[in-house]
């Protein structure tokens, strides 16, 4: 049985900062962003657009009533949850009104988990193969004001539906996945931004990706000539060019590393724009190079590289599926041009906004700018979500 992505939805906040403020007000080189990290734009959130409404919004731009009457099973990776015990799949199985006898649960492991759901969700549409399942990566990566980390924030997510005959990507069987007890990236369950070692966490990523890598090659005989594209996880683009180069195999034939090459870049476009979105990012990268790439081809083999930090990666393959144009949209860099420009002020203001509860647990917020869904307030600490205009 052939399994794989359905349909693709993206989502990210109405706001966004640009780079060169970013670097004149903390004395940086533009330079240092544009080239150093190949990083133009950060996606800021504010307080009232987190990872459910944003997850919600991926969600609703692909899905018909059919798919909600055949989803089963919702899970939302992330590793910025708003809550330690409520599942934030349920939010969004409710938001989006998902019939009822649905699993919905969430999954954590920094960056990497939405591979593993998306794992979960092929072995499940196996042995149920009239079931759909909703996968959302969704994620607010906040490092703090003037932290190593700050050039690295974003916002956003993205929505997966895993079925059988996908009209987009055909999963492959072959995966390979490695585990290593590091500490280059962790948040404590009492602070609301990570500890990061950001140079040892680039040099992990690199050696992760060298040896999965290579292990994969040599597990299941196959080299980078069978692949038209490889996507990486996109904590900041360059990284992920670095990687690119380490894999790259400059005896195969020049036009196979230009294909590959171009299709890279299709893939960084649109996390050049909006920055880190952890778990969604590779994801965000496939959406890019599918949305963008001149070159490929129903039939076309693409591989993955999904890195989480702590650490676990993985490599997996998929192949283009006829007609996988038709699921999407024009590239959507037009759509990021129409988010409001923050200053400085601005964005450490609407970034960093904690809500200011009383002493019953109840919060109101502004009226800041979001997709569809909103979270409207919090009452007896309950967190209280609906569509914006209702
Ligand atoms: N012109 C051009 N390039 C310049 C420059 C200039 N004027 N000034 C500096 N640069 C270059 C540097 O040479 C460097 O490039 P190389 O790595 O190729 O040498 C690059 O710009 C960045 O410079 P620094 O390393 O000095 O920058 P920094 O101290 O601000 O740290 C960072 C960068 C480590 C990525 C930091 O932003 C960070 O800690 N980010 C969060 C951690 C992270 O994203 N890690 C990635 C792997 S972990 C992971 O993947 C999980 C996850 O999503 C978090």
Redesign the pocket.
């Known amino acids: 049985m052939k399994i794989g992505i359905d349909k693709m939805g993206f989502a990210t906040s109405q706001y966004v900062l640009q780079m060169d403020d970013l670097a004149n007000s903390r004395g ?10 190949l990083l133009n734009a950060l996606s800021i959130a504010p307080i009232t657009d987190d990872i459910v409404t944003m997850g919600a919004s991926a969600a609703d731009s692909i899905l018909t009533e059919d798919d909600k009457e055949a989803i089963d099973m919702v899970i939302v990776a992330t590793e910025s949850s708003v809550d330690q015990s409520k599942a934030a799949a349920i939010y969004v199985h409710s938001l989006l009104e998902i019939q009822p006898f649905a699993r919905s649960v969430e999954m954590k492991e ?2 990497y988990s939405a591979t593993a759901a998306l794992d979960y969700a092929r072995l499940h549409v196996e042995k149920h193969p009239n079931s759909k399942v909703l996968v959302i990566a969704s994620d607010i ?1 906040k ?1 703090g004001i003037e ?6 924030q974003g916002a956003g997510s993205i929505a997966m539906l895993i079925s059988q005959s996908p009209r987009i990507l055909e999963l492959n069987d072959q995966t390979l996945a490695q585990t290593r007890d590091i500490m ?2 962790w948040r404590p369950n009492y602070s609301t931004t ?1 500890y ?4 040892y ?2 040099t ?2 690199l050696d992760m990706l060298k040896s999965t890598w290579s292990e994969y090659q040599r597990r299941f005989d196959t080299s980078l000539a069978d692949f038209s594209a490889f996507c990486f ?4 683009p ?2 992920a060019l ?1 990687g690119f180069n380490k894999i790259m195999d400059k005896s195969m034939p020049i036009d196979i590393q230009e294909k590959l090459k171009k299709n890279f870049e299709s893939s960084i476009l649109y996390s050049q724009q909006i920055g ?1 979105i ?1 778990t969604g ?1 590779l994801f965000l990268g496939l959406l890019s190079l599918l949305e963008n790439s001149q070159n490929l081809l129903a039939g076309d083999q693409i591989a993955f590289f999904s ?3 702590g ?1 676990v990666a993985e490599i997996f393959t998929g192949k283009l599926v006829e007609g996988f144009q038709n699921q999407l949209q024009p590239s959507r860099l037009g759509e990021l041009k129409k988010r409001t420009v923050l200053s400085i002020s601005d964005y450490e203001h609407l970034f960093f906004e904690e809500a200011q509860l009383d002493e019953e647990g109840n919060a109101t917020f502004a009226d800041y700018e979001t997709g569809p869904f909103v979270l409207k307030e919090i009452r007896e600490h309950q967190r209280i979500y609906g569509r914006k205009n209702d």
């Open positions: 940086a080189d533009p330079e240092k962003f544009s080239k150093g990290l920094a960056c990566a490092y932290s190593s980390g700050e050039s690295t280059d990236f990570p990061v070692n950001g140079r966490s680039t992990q990523y996880h996109l904590p900041f360059k990284l670095k880190n952890y990012s890195y989480g930090s650490a």
